[in-house]
Structure formats: structure tokens, C-alpha cells
């Protein structure tokens, strides 16, 4: 079956601009992650999603980040006024358990974000 | 605050030479210990979920274990294609966010 997909898997933009990142889980997961991976870092937290709600957006960095996942299964990502500091390759991530009974999540291939 | 630290940061190792890597963890309360796997340009693959101390896993070449402070991922008569960089990732037991390490790179020449 289908895995998670992102798109696009490359985003050239320049600073000040507005991006969309979106992740196609797989479908049936009710459980959506997002995670931001620096070159030689480990991924980092985002928000979490649990069906339509976010759960716990508490690894936002700031309020430029935004994400939405209206109908509990696509996201995207939103990031207003881009910064060179957001370049990164930006982590979905799905899994069919909700978290209060934690297991396996399956990751998309990342986004690869560069603000110039 | 929650913390992981994975060690070493890179390893290279001759076809067959076993070795471990190591995973060193803090939390307040563990509710998973989990492994992963990471091909260059792609995303992690999940490799194992550990819950509570004593517990170990198996898969191909590949063994991790769990004490109330770490974790190894033991690797035995590793061959070219287990090179990847290899993940550890915490669940505190308070929240819902998964706090990763930076990973370790293994890299095995033939």
C-alpha cells in the first residue's frame, strides 16, 4: 500500500515569502506529525494532530508556523514570512494509533525547504 | 527536561565487526523507547519500540536492549548495507511529543 507522501520534495523560496508544505498520510491514520530535521540533527518536534484537532502545537517555533488538517487526514504546513532559519527538511509523519497508546509512526520522505 | 544522547556520533566498522550504540535517555517517565533507521534523503524507518527495562528486541542483525537509563542497539557481523544513521526517540509519559537524538552515522566498509 501507500506510504506517507510529501509535497513538493523540494522548495526553493526566498526570504520574506510564504510556503505550504503538504503530507498525505496513510490513509486511515488518525494520528499526524510534523517534525523539522537540521543537517546532522536529530527531528524535532512540531505539532501533533489526533484527527482534525491539534493536539500539542507546543514545538511551533513562533507564530510565522502554522498548521491546519481540516478533514483528519491531509496537513499542511504554513509558514509565513520565511527566514533563513527555517531552511530544513520538514518530517511528516502518520501512525494508526492514537498517542495515549503509542507505537510505530511512518514517515514521509521529508520536504527539503531552502530560503535564500 | 526530557533529553536523549546517542554516542558515538559516527562509527565505521569492517564488514563483520560487531559493535554497539549506545542511547542515553532522561525523562520523568518513559511510556516507549524507539529505534529508527535513516537513509540518506529519505525519512526514518521505524526499526523497534522498547517499554519498559529488561525488555529486548530482535530483527535480522540487529538487537536493541533497555535499562532505566539507556538503550543499545547491538550490531552483529554487520554487512555494507546496514550503513544508515541509526535514531533513538523517547516518549515522555506526560506528554504526546517524541524527542529524538541526533543519531548516530554507522558506516561499515567492505
Known amino acids: 500500500g501507500a506510504g506517507v507522501s510529501q509535497t513538493p520534495s523540494n522548495k526553493v523560496t526566498e526570504k520574506g515569502k510564504y510556503v505550504e508544505l503538504r503530507c498525505d498520510p496513510i490513509s486511515g491514520h488518525t494520528a499526524l506529525y510534523w517534525y523539522r530535521q537540521s543537517l546532522g540533527q536529530g527531528p524535532e518536534f512540531l505539532i501533533y494532530?489526533?484527527?482534525?484537532?491539534?493536539?500539542?502545537d507546543s514545538g511551533l517555533p513562533n507564530d510565522r508556523f502554522f498548521a491546519v488538517r481540516p478533514e483528519g487526514s491531509v496537513s499542511t504546513l504554513k509558514i509565513q514570512r520565511t527566514e533563513r532559519g527555517d531552511s530544513a527538511v520538514y518530517l511528516c509523519?502518520?501512525?494508526?494509533?492514537?498517542?495515549?497508546?503509542?507505537?510505530?509512526?511512518?514517515f514521509g520522505p521529508g520536504t527539503r525547504l531552502t530560503v535564500l | 527536561e526530557d533529553q536523549v544522547t546517542q554516542s558515538p556520533e559516527a562509527l565505521r566498522l569492517q564488514e563483520g565487526e560487531s559493535s554497539s550504540l549506545n542511547c542515553s535517555y532522561t525523562?520523568?517517565?518513559?511510556?516507549?523507547l524507539f529505534w529508527y533507521r535513516q537513509d540518506p534523503g529519505k525519512g526514518p524507518e521505524f526499526l523497534f519500540t522498547?517499554?519498559?527495562a529488561g525488555e529486548e528486541k530482535e530483527k535480522e542483525r540487529l538487537k536493541a536492549t533497555l535499562t532505566k537509563k539507556e538503550s543499545f542497539l547491538h550490531i552483529t557481523a554487520p554487512k555494507p548495507e546496514d550503513s544508515a544513521t541509526y535514531l533513538c526517540a523517547v516518549h515522555p509519559i506526560r506528554d504526546d511529543k517524541i524527542i529524538f537524538g541526533k543519531g548516530t552515522r554507522l558506516h561499515i566498509l567492505p
Open positions: 494532530f489526533q484527527g482534525t484537532g491539534a493536539a500539542d
Open positions: 522498547l517499554y519498559s
Open positions: 525523562v520523568s517517565g518513559l511510556r516507549g
Open positions: 509523519a502518520s501512525s494508526p494509533i492514537a498517542a495515549r497508546s503509542y507505537n510505530e509512526q511512518f
